[in-house]
């Protein structure tokens, strides 16, 4: 931009701290504010891959692609699908030069990043409460603690639940209809073989047909997560009488839920080495689109909040912090540079929110689950790699565009 911007982002999830990167490559200043009292303040969740037609082109606008490639587990691509009783329906094993969607946990994503931009950039303990427009595309925000901030730029990484979001429009995420229980197992491979030996490498992904699912995953460090995934009432703890801390109760509950399964399935239902955490899955909109507004805008969860099936959700994030980053440096006004990032990042998060909120209703409904309804992981693969092409191409092929690296 010609004229200097005070740019403030909301949030420094790996959306954030990636518009940051791209930003402070450029020479722009940015000051980013996150409710969390440091990077490692809380538990991020499990893993995520980073796919090559986005996440991977984001981390490599920023520079970081062999630091990604170096953390990032190539076995992990491993897919198997189960039906309830045990029996693999298909599986995959990624090749050893396969480098299309390796995993990574997200708190050493998150990790990576924040290691990355300059020091001070991140205002940790810094909770917004409200962003009160001033005219001419300013916003103060105001922060729990009393304390206060202005903006020439305002971009909301801030997630779901967004503080930001309501500047552009009043959609709220809504519940799915269904709910996973996160639970963890560590140092499986000693302390739980039979889980290692169930999941093997990667994901492993079972259903029942009656809106009753497992998914594990490896993560680092010997450990898996799984997810309990349940077709339910928002309230199904209440209405189950139970106190989510109590772990015996959970645990015969879930049995009780998935008493009709395997028992080397129920295996993931018990024994958890970090107890049961709820999780609501929520989506907004899609596709969800706003009135371009002079001085703020949106990325990540905070702009197209979908469900977890595709992993497109942490892509789009960082490819969303990687584009905008870039049109701000590249175009003259912030306001051109908004423009040119929302014209692509509209229509592409609306059309894939799209496509992974049907996914996760199929995945959950009653009845027969064809096998046919699945990505077949090795054609993704090939899709992530010919679409990273064709992003390059266009790109390179754009007025005035600077080439990827």
Known sequence: MKSPVRIAVVGAGPGGLMCARILQRHGIEVTVYDADASVTARDPGGTLDLHADSGQIAMQDAGLLAEFMALARLEDQAKSRLDHHGNVLHAFAPGAEDAAAPEIDRGQLRALLAAHVAPGTVRWGHRLTEAVPLGGGRHRLEFGGGRSAEA?????????????????SDAVPAYSGVSFIDVRFDDVEHRHPEIAALVGDGHMFANDGQGRAIIAQRNSDG?????????????????AGLDLADAAAVGRYLLGEYGHWAAELQALLTGTDGGYVN???????????????????LLGDAAHLMSPFGGFGANFALLDGAELGRAIAEEPTADAAIRRYEEVMLPRSGRHATGANDALARFFATGDFALAQVPDPEAEHQRYREAAEDYRRDRAAAPGSAAVG
Not at 279 to 297: D, S
């Open 152 to 168: 020439d730029l305002l971009i909301g990484a801030d997630g779901a639940w967004s503080r930001v979001r309501p500047l552009l």
């Open 223 to 239: 450990r898996i997560r799984a997810y309990l995934g349940l077709r339910t009432g928002l309230d199904w703890p209440e209405r």
């Open 279 to 297: 999780r609501p899955l929520h989506a907004l909109p899609a596709p969800l689109t706003w009135e371009h507004t002079p001085g703020v805008t």
